[in-house]
């Protein structure tokens, strides 16, 4: 059982910066992939970015160039720093990790005021 513990979420202006975390309970040296979706009120939740085990990197589009993920093995931790922050981007950002099967943290709300 993987448990992912996010936290960095807050309220932030336009243009301002969030780094966002999570904590894996586990290696995540191992697991396939983690990253982050995003889910806004009345909206599907969406994939916004991505990392896999070799270190390739994916990213909606409205994320690139913006946002920024990565990872440190060490600490088991994969971050999201996302910049150029706009209203568009509030929403709950979760973590969630490939290790064989899916697992989700509870979750982060990031609210950007305009």
């Known amino acids: 059982q993987v448990q992912l513990v996010e936290s960095g979420g807050g309220l932030v202006q336009a243009g301002g910066s969030l780094r966002l975390s999570c904590a894996a309970s586990?290696?995540?040296?191992?697991?396939?992939?983690m990253g982050w979706y995003r889910q806004a009120p009345e909206k599907q939740r969406e994939l916004v970015a991505a990392?896999?085990?070799?270190?390739?990197?994916n990213y909606e589009d409205s994320a690139k160039g913006r946002f920024t993920i990565s990872r440190d093995n060490a600490k088991n931790t994969v971050y999201l720093q996302m910049n150029n922050l706009r209203p568009e981007d509030t929403a709950v950002y979760y973590c969630f990790a490939n290790a064989g099967m899916g697992y989700w943290g509870k979750g982060t709300l990031v609210t950007v005021s305009s």
């Open positions: 990392i896999r085990s070799d270190g390739s990197t």
């Open positions: 586990g290696s995540i040296f191992s697991f396939n992939a």
